[in-house]
């Protein structure tokens, strides 16, 4: 394992998660995998932990700043919990090679898609060409 790499990725998983909401699975899962040599499958339970605890501190943080519709957050999270079991029960019938290249298609068909979401801040619009 190499601390000196893995302490400053999780700090910044850490900063990006409390700013914008973002760490999870897609920043977490590679860098325990590439930097911490842990196995895929450790990695996402390590990792399932992780965004359990970034949620409840996030939650603390964000507490009596903002609304929470009770009644969506207590389905997304039952129907969440029955995805956690059945992947769980799944994850037995996959290799670590099949499961390595199934989440690097996942982060790359998820970047695709924020690129395509954000496609308008990546190309300069005319009035911003105009005030140059």
Do not use: C, D
């Not at 920043?27 to 196995?39: E, F, K, N, Q």
């Not at 929470?68 to 029960?89: C, D, K, P």
């Not at 799944?90 to 989440?103: E, G, N, P």
């Amino acid at each position: 394992m190499n601390l000196s790499l893995l302490v400053p990725v999780a700090l910044a998983v850490g900063a990006m998660t409390g700013l914008v909401g973002i760490g999870g699975g897609f920043l977490i899962v590679p860098a325990l995998v590439l930097l911490a040599r842990v196995p895929i499958k450790e990695a996402i339970g390590t990792s399932l932990l992780v965004i359990a605890m970034n949620t409840a501190s996030g939650y603390v943080g964000y507490a009596g700043r903002t609304t929470m519709a009770w009644g969506f957050l207590a389905a997304f999270t039952l129907v969440a919990i029955g995805g956690i079991l059945a992947g769980s029960r799944l994850v037995q019938y996959v290799s670590q090679a099949q499961l390595k290249r199934a989440f690097a298609v996942f982060l790359i068909a998820v970047g695709a898609f924020v690129l395509v979401q954000n496609r308008h801040a990546l190309v300069p619009t005319a009035r911003a060409a105009e005030t140059r």
